[in-house]
């Protein structure tokens, strides 16, 4: 089995004797130790399990390791910076958006991927964006608010040059 090398959060990582068909959410969970993309359905149909792969969203359930070796990938884990939250994991703090939580951080990297796209988005590019994420809990409305707030505090320190 190959040795594949990775590029996540900004760090190299290397894993020996990897199947190439392993799915990219258990390279992340079991070889580098960062669990906060969840397992849920594995059919990449909850988003729980959501990540960037080169700025883009996808379902790491499905992606096979070896599709992805050497480009950036970021995970929830990697979002904040130099210790500082980013803003949508600030916004779901403040707007009180977790119940169970299990789904939260797909759902912020699904909102993540679109803020980059769209640094102010409306409320129907926002539920078209999260749309492949589910909430057991129902949150949506709660989660809607949170990636506005989000877009708006990008947007103010944008203006102010931060």
């Known amino acids: 089995m190959p040795t594949i090398r990775f590029k996540v959060n900004g760090r190299e990582h290397t894993v020996k004797d990897l199947d190439p068909s392993t799915p990219l959410l258990w390279v992340l969970r079991d070889s580098l130790g960062l669990a906060g993309a969840k397992f849920g359905c594995g059919l990449g149909m909850c988003g729980a399990c959501t990540v960037h792969v080169d700025g883009q969203p996808v379902r790491s359930c499905l992606t096979p390791a070896s599709s992805v070796a050497e480009k950036p990938i970021t995970t929830i884990e990697g979002l904040a910076k130099d210790g500082k939250l980013h803003p949508l994991q600030e916004a779901w703090i403040e707007h009180d958006v977790a119940q169970c939580g299990y789904c939260q951080t ?53 203006e102010s040059g931060q």
Do not use: F, H
């Open 106 to 158: 797909g759902q912020i990297m699904s909102a993540a991927a679109l803020l980059e796209e769209n640094s102010k988005p409306s409320a129907e590019d926002i539920d078209m964006a999260m749309a492949g994420n589910l909430c057991r809990c129902g949150t949506y409305i709660r989660i809607r608010e949170a990636v506005q707030a989000a877009a708006q505090k990008l947007d103010a320190s944008k």
